[in-house]
């Protein structure tokens, strides 16, 4: 992976029960390759504990910053929440492959939830430059107050029929479950749009060693960091 290296947190903030946002800066070069489906393996602790780094889809907002939402849950997390204006942050990367919506895509199709959520607004940031309209079914609570979702981008409630006929691409991004559930609301709606999955699964290592994020595909187990992070719909078994 490299040599580690090191941002800055800038902001620091809690936005709704159990998610905190950070910005982070960090050296021009690096941020600018920060494109939507990459992400950083950061340090998430004091020491050797915890020893692993952490995945995390950022947000690129300035040429030197980003930002990230971090769902606190373990310990990991939990120390990710306590960083401060000043506090630095170790890292790997970014790692991982881009996410480009098919050509003459107009109207683009989010669906996800909160493992997901950074890399769906990263996506969404892309297609809104654009000119590309853009929709977001979010499985799970947002506190609008808290502006995390671009105010451009429509908030749908469902991913039904109606969605899928007004798309022209598809990106269903979070856990297995929300990628399962819309490969079946693709199925039953019987739409042939350009859909992709982007599961979100355990990455250790991020360069194809570890084998840990395996995602199983009708052409045999892909790795996520490697092969991903985006499969055909069609594709994931």
């Given at each position: 992976?490299?040599?580690?290296?090191?941002?800055?947190?800038?902001?620091?903030?809690?936005?709704?029960?159990?998610?905190?946002?950070?910005?982070?800066?960090?050296?021009?070069?690096?941020?600018?390759?920060?494109?939507?489906?990459?992400?950083?393996?950061?340090?998430?602790?004091?020491?050797?504990?915890?020893?692993?780094?952490?995945?995390?889809?950022?947000?690129?907002?300035?040429?030197?910053?980003?930002?990230?939402?971090?769902?606190?849950?373990?310990?990991?997390?939990?120390?990710?929440?306590?960083?401060?204006?000043?506090?630095?942050?170790?890292?790997?990367?970014?790692?991982?492959?881009?996410?480009?919506?098919?050509?003459?895509?107009?109207?683009?199709?989010?669906?996800?939830?909160?493992?997901?959520?950074?890399?769906?607004?990263?996506?969404?940031?892309?297609?809104?430059?654009?000119?590309?309209?853009?929709?977001?079914?979010?499985?799970?609570?947002?506190?609008?107050?808290?502006?995390?979702?671009?105010?451009?981008?429509?908030?749908?409630?469902?991913?039904?029929?109606?969605?899928?006929?007004?798309?022209?691409?598809?990106?269903?991004?979070?856990?297995?479950?929300?990628?399962?559930?819309?490969?079946?609301?693709?199925?039953?709606?019987?739409?042939?749009?350009?859909?992709?999955?982007v599961p979100h699964v355990p990455l250790a290592?991020?360069?194809?060693?570890?084998?840990?994020?395996?995602?199983?595909?009708?052409?045999?187990?892909?790795?996520?960091?490697?092969?991903?992070?985006?499969?055909?719909?069609?594709?994931?078994?």
């Amino acid at each position: 992976m490299g040599a580690a290296e090191t941002a800055t947190v800038v902001q620091s903030a809690a936005l709704q029960p159990g998610l905190f946002g950070l910005r982070l800066e960090a050296d021009a070069r690096l941020v600018q390759a920060c494109e939507p489906g990459r992400y950083l393996m950061l340090s998430v602790g004091d020491g050797n504990e915890p020893y692993l780094p952490r995945p995390y889809w950022v947000r690129r907002v300035s040429a030197v910053w980003l930002n990230l939402l971090v769902g606190v849950g373990g310990a990991g997390s939990g120390w990710l929440a306590t960083r401060r204006p000043g506090d630095p942050v170790e890292f790997f990367g970014p790692l991982g492959t881009t996410l480009i919506p098919p050509p003459r895509t107009r109207r683009l199709l989010l669906s996800g939830d909160l493992p997901g959520l950074n890399c769906l607004l990263a996506l969404a940031d892309r297609a809104l430059a654009r000119d590309i309209e853009v929709a977001l079914v979010f499985h799970g609570a947002v506190d609008t107050s808290a502006r995390l979702i671009p105010p451009d981008v429509e908030l749908l409630t469902e991913l039904n029929a109606s969605a899928l006929t007004w798309a022209d691409a598809l990106y269903a991004i979070g856990d297995p479950s929300v990628v399962h559930t819309a490969k079946a609301a693709l199925r039953t709606a019987g739409s042939r749009i350009p859909a992709f999955g982007v599961p979100h699964v355990p990455l250790a290592c991020g360069v194809g060693a570890c084998y840990g994020c395996l995602v199983e595909t009708r052409r045999g187990p892909k790795l996520s960091c490697v092969n991903g992070p985006a499969f055909g719909l069609a594709d994931l078994s």
